[in-house]
Structure formats: C-alpha cells, structure tokens
C-alpha cells in the first residue's frame, strides 16, 4: 500500500538520500546539482521540512520514501498568488504505477486550499518527456521555454515553463468549510 504524506523533519534522512538519487539519476532533468542543493546537509533538509503549509514537501511511502515533490509559496508580496512545484522524483523501481501523478494530485490539492493561492508553476526540461506529460495531463500549460537552458557534460536541454490555474470553484468550498470548523458551536 502507498501512503503520500507531507514530510516533517524526522523524514530528513530519507529525503536526503533520495534527494541526492534523484540528482544522480536524472541531472538533466534538475536545475541543481549535488554541490550546489539547497540541501545540501541534514541539517538544511531538517530545516526545510519544517517550512509549515505553505513550503512543503510531499513524499510517497511504500512502505519507505519512493517519492517526493515539493511546494512554496512564491516569497515576493506582489507573486504571493504563486506557488512553485519543483523536485519531483520517483525511485526507478515504483515508477509507471501512478506514484508521480498521485504525488501531484496532493500537493495541487494542497495548494488549493492556501489561501490566496491561484497558480502552480513548474518547469520540466526536454529530458523529462514523461514529467512533462504527466503535467498537461493534470492541466499544467506550458508559457515558454527556454533554449539551452542546462549544460551537464557537454549536453545541453530546454527548460519549459509551465503553469497552471487552480479551480476557483474549490476556493469558496474550503473557505466556507474553515469558516464551519472555525465557527462551530462546541457542543456540535
Ligand atoms: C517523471 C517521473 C517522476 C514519473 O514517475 P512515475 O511514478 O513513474 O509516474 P506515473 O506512474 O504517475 O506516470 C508515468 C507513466 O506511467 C504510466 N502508468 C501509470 N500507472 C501505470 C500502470 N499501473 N501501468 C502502466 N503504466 C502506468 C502513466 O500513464 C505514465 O505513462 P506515460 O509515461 O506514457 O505518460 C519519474 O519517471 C522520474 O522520477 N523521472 C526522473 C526525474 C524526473 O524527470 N523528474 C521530473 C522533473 S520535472
């Protein structure tokens, strides 16, 4: 059975290692490289998972971390309406059985619910063809791309910008539901 759920700080050892798996395994298909992480010790990685709703990260146990993809709000008060996706991974024996999609499932649906959140962005190079459909289909847009956007070893791959508009209908539901949770007589 697979469990997706947000990491805390006591994950930060198996993220780590994945973490650094996943730059191994897939350099063209990250902007960072294993010297120049942001996590790049435990320490960063037990800070960062303590980050709270709004910068998160989302792991799929089965039973131990398979996979990861991570959520922040963009830091500017004038982007705050942004939130970025980035580090998606998934450890080559759990691959094509839906991890990815459910991993990315939980984290838009997560950020519906962030108040003032209206747009997931991403990026996916040329070297992540299936991250990269698995992204339309969940109804993420590309707005552009950038040529020879990466060098590792001599190659070189395009970065495509993606977006996506979060369901405004789902807005007022979570709203009106915190609002009931929040307001609710204590006997009911
Ligand atoms: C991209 C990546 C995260 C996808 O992970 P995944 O868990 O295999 O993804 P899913 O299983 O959700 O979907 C992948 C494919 O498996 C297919 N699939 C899903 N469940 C399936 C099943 N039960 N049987 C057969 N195929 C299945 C999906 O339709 C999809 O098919 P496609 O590649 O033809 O579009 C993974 O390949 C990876 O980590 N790659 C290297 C790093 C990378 O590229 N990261 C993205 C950075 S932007």
């Given at each position: 059975?697979?469990?997706?759920?947000?990491?805390?700080?006591?994950?930060?050892?198996?993220?780590?290692?994945?973490?650094?798996?996943?730059?191994?395994?897939?350099?063209?298909?990250?902007?960072?490289?294993?010297?120049?992480?942001?996590?790049?010790?435990?320490?960063?990685?037990?800070?960062?998972?303590?980050?709270?709703?709004?910068?998160?990260?989302?792991?799929?146990?089965?039973?131990?971390?398979?996979?990861?993809?991570?959520?922040?709000?963009?830091?500017?008060?004038?982007?705050?309406?942004?939130?970025?996706l980035?580090?998606?991974?998934?450890?080559?024996?759990?691959?094509?059985?839906?991890?990815?999609?459910?991993?990315?499932?939980?984290?838009?649906?997560?950020?519906?619910?962030?108040?003032?959140?209206?747009h997931?962005?991403?990026?996916?190079?040329?070297?992540a063809?299936?991250?990269l459909?698995?992204?339309?289909?969940a109804?993420?847009?590309?707005?552009?791309?950038?040529?020879?956007?990466l060098?590792?070893?001599?190659?070189t791959?395009?970065?495509?910008?993606?977006?996506?508009?979060?369901?405004?209908?789902?807005?007022?539901?979570?709203?009106?539901?915190?609002?009931?949770?929040?307001?609710?007589?204590?006997?009911?």
């Amino acid at each position: 059975m697979m469990i997706i759920r947000r990491l805390t700080a006591a994950d930060a050892g198996e993220f780590l290692k994945l973490r650094r798996e996943a730059l191994q395994d897939a350099p063209l298909a990250f902007g960072s490289s294993p010297d120049d992480d942001r996590f790049i010790d435990i320490d960063a990685a037990r800070r960062d998972l303590v980050g709270g709703a709004e910068s998160c990260v989302f792991g799929a146990f089965s039973p131990v971390l398979v996979g990861t993809i991570g959520l922040d709000r963009d830091p500017k008060i004038k982007s705050a309406h942004k939130g970025h996706l980035w580090g998606m991974y998934v450890t080559p024996a759990s691959r094509r059985q839906g991890v990815a999609a459910a991993l990315l499932q939980a984290a838009v649906q997560h950020a519906q619910t962030l108040p003032g959140m209206t747009h997931l962005h991403l990026c996916a190079t040329s070297a992540a063809g299936t991250a990269l459909q698995l992204y339309k289909r969940a109804g993420f847009v590309v707005w552009g791309t950038e040529p020879d956007a990466l060098m590792h070893d001599g190659r070189t791959v395009d970065e495509h910008y993606l977006v996506k508009r979060l369901d405004p209908l789902s807005r007022p539901l979570q709203e009106a539901a915190e609002y009931r949770r929040t307001n609710a007589p204590a006997d009911s």
